[in-house]
């Protein structure tokens, strides 16, 4: 029994395709190219076509192998050379692209909009740059999603605004440093000099760069005004340098003002003192705007009642001796309303701070119980040191130390000490770049503190 051959040996097969279509004089053509080289032709890093296209032959349709006629070419493109229309195809055609090709795609629009906010942001404490890994995980967090077309810089905006409204980084723009250079004017003085530069640091005040951004002049000869500006004003302060009062020249000294060098461990601490001062001040603000807004509620209440009861007044003299009681006793309502919420408050403040007392004693029971069953005694120096008696009569001189905690173990105390809570605490503790505490401090510490 004879079988059909369904693919003869001189059947082409293209593998690995990528097509790019054209419509032209209502007829439709494509070429058949490799992946990922159609990018780099129009970028113009390739030149080769043999080394885009698979082959020089026009199609008008790839999938079924049907091929242009040179009649067809002559009429629609002016000439029947394929390789001159193959290349007027890749120019202007459509590129139908594959999941792959895109993926490609987004992973090299993701990279190059973090790379963006890793160069041009930094933390507005430390004044450091974040890396991109940081970046990376921030966006993820925030759910930034790119466009593989959109521009790259508007995305970059768009994800350091979202960063921001999130707070999943604490991040802002790096500043830029400029420089006003006055131009030399005719018969331009000692004292001329001093007015137009002084007119200058009036007019960046007023555009809104800080005071302290702006550097001090180094004598009254300076034409010089250098300062630190956010990247949103800079067409505000390239219209001042077009001032006439000013006329000066502005220059970039540099793009992205950060902190270089290590980092030294007192700024580090003074950094992250200065962050926790921020968030408390934050903290804080928030509790006075609330109370404010509890105020202003409370005084729109007696305000709208006071409307009501002179709206009542004009009416006649009984209904307002009636109702002039009203807002009266609605203000004290509101006044016992706001006394039974400060009640309430003192009170569950009260009650948090038994069950905290309550754990803190459990915690030292457990502690002293812990203690006592693993033979720990607390010497004078606070540091916990094992006396087990050994039935053996084994001396205690052979001890292994813990440089985490400071004490000194017996081989059998040695790995239970590892295990114990005070050595992870201070393990924590060393972690964070703050001094270990010993066990009887550690006893005294709120139990909460170990789970922070």
């Not at 190219?33 to 026009?58: A, F, H, M, P």
């Not at 220059?251 to 601490?269: H, K, M, N, P």
């Not at 001396?395 to 992870?424: I, L, Q, V």
């Amino acid at each position: 029994m004879s079988r059909q051959i369904t693919q003869p040996v001189n059947q082409v097969r293209l593998t690995n395709v990528a097509v790019v279509r054209l419509s032209r004089g209502g007829h439709r053509f494509e070429v058949a190219c490799y992946r990922n080289k159609i990018v780099n032709y129009r970028q113009g890093t390739e030149t080769d076509l043999s080394e885009v296209l698979q082959t020089t032959t026009v199609f008008t349709n790839v999938s079924k192998g049907q091929f242009a006629k040179s009649s067809l070419l002559q009429e629609c493109f002016g000439t029947s050379d394929e390789e001159e229309v193959c290349r007027f195809i890749l120019e202007k055609g459509d590129v139908q692209i594959s999941d792959q090709e895109r993926a490609v795609q987004l992973e090299s629009t993701i990279r190059e909009v973090a790379s963006m906010v890793s160069e041009k942001c930094i933390h507005p404490i430390s004044r450091r740059p974040y890396t991109m890994a940081q970046v990376r995980d921030a966006m993820k967090s925030a759910g930034f999603m790119v466009h593989p077309t959109r521009n790259i810089k508007q995305q970059f905006l768009d994800c350091v605004r979202l960063l921001q409204e999130k707070k999943v980084l604490n991040i802002e723009r790096a500043k830029m440093q400029l420089a006003l250079v006055l131009l030399p004017l005719e018969g331009d003085g000692e004292d001329n000099i001093v007015q137009r530069r002084e007119a200058a640091v009036v007019l960046l005040k007023d555009a809104g760069i800080a005071a302290s951004d702006i550097v001090a002049s180094k004598g009254n000869n300076d034409v010089r005004v250098v300062f630190q500006s956010n990247p949103s004003l800079y067409r505000t302060v390239e219209t001042i340098a077009k001032d006439s009062t000013v006329e000066c020249r502005l220059e970039i000294l540099q793009q992205c003002v950060t902190e270089e060098g290590d980092v030294a461990l007192g700024s580090e601490l003074e950094r992250r003192a200065q962050q926790q001062h921020q968030d408390e001040t934050h903290q804080d603000a928030k509790k006075i705007e609330s109370d404010e807004g509890d105020n202003k509620h409370c005084d729109v209440a007696s305000l709208s009642n006071q409307m009501q009861s002179n709206l009542t007044l004009s009416s006649s003299v009984k209904e307002s001796e009636n109702t002039s009681s009203a807002p009266v006793a609605n203000s004290r309502k509101a006044q016992k309303a706001a006394q039974k919420k400060s009640k309430k408050a003192k009170r569950r403040d009260k009650e948090e701070q038994a069950e905290r007392e309550e754990r803190v004693a459990a915690e030292k029971t457990r502690q002293k119980d812990r203690a006592e069953r693993l033979g720990i005694v607390e010497t004078d120096a606070g540091v916990g040191e094992g006396k087990s008696e050994s039935s053996g009569g084994q001396a205690g001189g052979d001890t292994k130390p813990c440089n985490t905690c400071g004490g000194s173990f017996t081989p059998g105390e040695y790995r239970s000490h590892f295990r114990s809570d005070w050595h992870r605490y201070n393990t924590k503790l060393k972690m964070k770049g703050v001094p270990t505490v010993s066990e009887k401090e550690f006893l005294l510490c709120d139990s909460d503190a170990f789970f922070d």
